[in-house]
């Protein structure tokens, strides 16, 4: 399974930015995915999750309200990010777990997840 993060790069504070990641490799597969972000000099956290369905959605405190998770077909999963801040500066990787989530079971440990995508890079300028 890989994992292909894109959409990163440079937008002012109050813009917006999509963040897409496509999962290939899948062989009738089932995966519940999420993002995560790395800001310079901090350990990577967690942003948002998404279930199998779409149906079900999960959000960090510092994002609800600004962002949103989707997936428009099984293996691909965007992260809308509207009203940016320069605190939302990081590198933003996408993850995927095999399997799907109980309600109101959201998967937001970095252990939890054990497919990832490279980094895409999104620096939000003052």
Avoid at 17 to 34: A, E, K, Q
Avoid at 62 to 83: C, E, H, P, W
Wanted: glycine fraction near 12%; hydrophobic fraction near 30%.
């Amino acid at each position: 399974v890989q994992l292909q993060a894109s959409g990163g790069g440079l937008v002012q504070a109050g813009g917006s930015m999509r963040l897409s990641c496509h999962l290939s490799g899948h062989t009738f597969g089932i995966y519940t995915m999420g993002w995560f972000r790395q800001a310079p000099g901090k350990e990577r956290e967690f942003v948002a999750t998404i279930s199998w369905s779409g149906g079900r959605t999960y959000y960090t405190d510092s994002v609800k309200g600004r962002f949103s998770i989707r997936r428009d077909n099984a293996y691909t999963m965007y992260l809308q990010m509207n009203r940016l801040k320069p605190e939302d500066t990081a590198d933003y990787y996408c993850a995927a777990a095999q399997g799907d989530t109980e309600e109101g079971v959201y998967l937001t440990e970095e252990s939890e997840y054990y497919n990832w995508g490279q980094g895409t890079l999104v620096t939000v300028s003052s």
